[in-house]
DNA sequence: TATGAATGAGATTTCATTCAT
DNA sequence: CATGAATGAAATCTCATTCAT
């Protein structure tokens, strides 16, 4: 079931407003379908006219953000995969680029990724964290071996990869958490960008056996 | 109120086991007393008998692996209050053995702390990974300082060593969710260990303004 | 949150109705939600649909006759202010009408006087009895303070005068339990009120010391 | 089921002990024999070695204050139907010494009584009250009756010798909740019983149709 | 476009009571 | 003389969901 379209409507509004702030305060599993609507001056019916359920409803706080959010990934992978080796030495400026471009959406849907990734669980969102870490890990991956095809005697070490991109993910998160504002978040995010992007020359080959 | 006794229980025994696998699965809020109960071939009543409540019986199945990371942590740092600078700079080694202990402590209570890392929202242990951070980051920033009092011109990144307080977390967090038997758990996260201190080293103190 | 509204429902009326016979039959504390709802032809949930808790349908049962009984205690009060002495000892005949207002608020509520009275001990209103009777207790004391006031050497005996208003109220309960009805309850009830009002006269002064 | 005997048991003593202060605090129905037991350092099981259920625990705790009550109201009436008129109407005296006899004995239970008077809802003694106003009562009216014999045109007005007897009792159960010792005690129920017996006198006795 | 009503299944918790040992 | 274990029934309450109107 298609839920209802978006926009135009305000009911619909106050609906994904008051459900952003009770997700945020109790998580999905204890948020309550019947504060959410009462909240906004409706009924527990109201919502499943314009949601298809629970989950529906959480779609609707987050589905924007979350578009926008893959959309400035896809976007980064899109131009990595025409990158070749010389382009990938370079990626510094890319990188900065994409971390800009990442601290934007994330802190122009500030509440919305919060609760993606701290009030999701039971929710079909849950596995969110996982899914992203997915993306970008094949993409690290992908790029590395391009890398260990032109140095003998190295090759991939996925495990470590995998945990950088852990890191890499955790250091968003983290920013999220403990810098309120765009500015202070950029000024905390590319050290520590800088700082992974050399652990990642350093161990994402290791020795071939 | 005191919960009943633990050992020489067999029903009380199963009701712990099963509480386990019941939290294990479908997270704190959402495991079902009844289920457990019904599990162990017995009835909810008998839950109260044994724990004070939902929490008293989270308790039971956590309470001795959390003890026993707790002593493994009082006793890190009961050494490193002895320790001078001098130590500290050769505290690699003893780095090396708290890791293996905290590995040991860890696999030898595999299903317990994943729970506590990762299925305990809702409980009251759901701050268990916000409180050992805590004590963890005190630590650190007081070593932080002796370093910084005999280094003119330089002074403590709290920020950078808090975040660095964090990858290191969850770095045994990754651990578990990717190794499963002690050995690949300590081939895996030694060199991280061995990373993150580097990282100490160079970013725990900036220079003043 | 305020409960549902009242009127135009079938449903909330018959629970109403239900709930009132079962607060009367056991009692607040004993009384059954799940007995209430299915003899009622609904299910525990409804009860919830409609009112906040055990608590607020206690309070839709007797939320109207208490509403009365208080706004037949605010006027006679009311007026008493404005009264001074040449208008207090005239009283008998205000007493009289305040009587008659208070009887017929209570046999026209009698149901949920009852449950007031007796059967709602652990509710909310278990100490509606003693509201009463401190309402009473100082408008009483105020004007016997009149009264004392130009009569040398005699003061208010508080004591007394508080035991005397319990014997009052309890009068009115004593009434409810034996006058099944308006007329005999008006019979019963005006020799006590002038045997009280005489008892008020002797003995609500005391010698000072 | 006759329960286990009395006096020299230790365990048996603090179980009661406990089990007082549990019913003054929680009354009859929201006491637990759990809490109770595990007060007295035992388990629930022990009081029904002790007692045959919760009621035969209360009447534990209750039962000789109970006896010494019923005691001074036997001897009381026991005395009165040897009486004939001349000795009833020199009955202050009496009436004085069955007062005080009253007072001794509540006093000297005072627990007891409360519990009895207040917190037996829901137990075997719930009634305690109508069960001595009845005793009290049907003395009351035979006294009365004999006292209409030699009255012509007279006859007893049973309804408000009943009151009477309410209030009555109502004035000991006053008394206890207001005065916490013997001697204020007396000071305030003798002239509360010197005004009943006037109104006794005044009102027992109604002009025949 | 929504409401209002109601369900039904579930949750945790509490309790008096029983009984083998 | 008492424990420790357990039952079974009940309690209040919460919730997502449905559906006629």
Redesign the pocket.
């Known amino acids: 079931m298609q839920d209802?379209?978006p926009d135009n409507?305000?009911?619909?509004r106050r609906l994904i407003e008051c459900a952003k702030r009770e997700f945020l305060e109790k998580g999905f599993?204890?948020?309550?379908?019947?504060?959410i609507?009462s909240d906004a001056?409706?009924?527990?019916?109201?919502?499943?006219?314009?949601f298809s359920?629970?989950?529906g409803l959480l779609e609707g706080v987050v589905g924007e953000a979350l578009g926008q959010l893959n959309a400035v990934i896809d976007q980064h992978f899109a131009e990595d995969i025409e990158s070749d080796l010389a382009g990938y030495r370079q990626q510094d400026g890319d990188h900065d680029a994409f971390t800009e471009m990442l601290v934007n959406v994330i802190y122009d849907h500030y509440d919305e990724m919060t609760i993606l990734l701290d009030r999701s669980a039971g929710s079909k969102y849950e596995d969110f964290v996982d899914v992203i870490i997915n993306r970008l890990d094949s993409s690290y991956i992908g790029l590395a071996e391009k890398y260990a095809a032109v140095m003998p005697g190295r090759r991939v070490n996925k495990k470590m990869l995998h945990w950088l991109t852990h890191v890499q993910i955790n250091a968003f998160v983290h920013m999220m958490q403990h810098e309120k504002d765009k500015e202070s978040a950029l000024h905390f995010i590319k050290p520590v960008m800088d700082m992974l992007i050399k652990a990642w020359m350093e161990y994402s080959l290791e020795d071939d056996v």
């Open positions: 209802k379209n409507n305000e009911s619909r599993v204890k948020a309550s379908l019947r504060k609507a001056g409706l009924t527990t019916g109201a919502v499943y006219f314009f359920d629970k989950n």
